[in-house]
């Protein structure tokens, strides 16, 4: 049921919005662990983020995700990481990717009512089970020694 919902909403926002932005976000703490979520709607760890809304700009649409999602509060300036292509989802699916260093941070009550399911703090170089190939592919070019790709996911079409 989770799976139709999410095709449907995709669907949905596609005839929408012929083109989508998002943000997402490499927040770390003090032992150089990464937040990761799980949501209620879809299966696999991501790190925290989601769409920008129209007139909203990147940096804002971060701050709103990071405390809805994980009650993450931005106390300095994140560091913009790449503009990635979400083809294999959507073909003109785009992604900003920050990075959120130690200390630049606060916690705060998250804000989401249901949205999601469990949080974590995870090793980079050792991801959940679950992590979706997104993730894995960006945890492994931040903190490993995978090169850089343009793509969010691996390119499958």
Not at 38 to 67: F, Q, S
Not at 79 to 96: A, E, K, M, Q, T
Not at 105 to 123: H, L, N, P, Q, Y
Request: charged fraction near 20%; proline fraction near 8%; hydrophobic fraction near 35%.
């Amino acid at each position: 049921m989770a799976n139709l919902r999410t095709r449907l909403f995709q669907s949905y926002a596609r005839l929408r919005r012929p083109m989508t932005l998002g943000v997402r976000a490499a927040v770390e703490n003090a032992d150089g662990h990464v937040f990761l979520v799980r949501h209620t709607y879809v299966k696999g760890w991501y790190m925290p983020g989601g769409g920008i809304e129209r007139g909203e700009p990147a940096i804002e649409a971060l701050r709103r995700e990071l405390v809805e999602e994980g009650g993450i509060r931005l106390t300095g300036t994140p560091l913009l990481i790449g503009f990635y292509s979400n083809h294999p989802v959507f073909r003109n699916d785009h992604v900003l990717l920050y990075r959120i260093p130690h200390g630049t941070w606060d916690e705060t009550r998250a804000t989401s009512m249901g949205e999601i399911a469990e949080t974590a703090w995870v090793d980079p170089l050792c991801p959940p089970d679950g992590a979706t190939p997104g993730t894995r592919q960006r945890l492994a070019e931040l903190y490993g020694d995978q090169g850089p790709s343009p793509y969010w996911a691996a390119r499958t079409i």
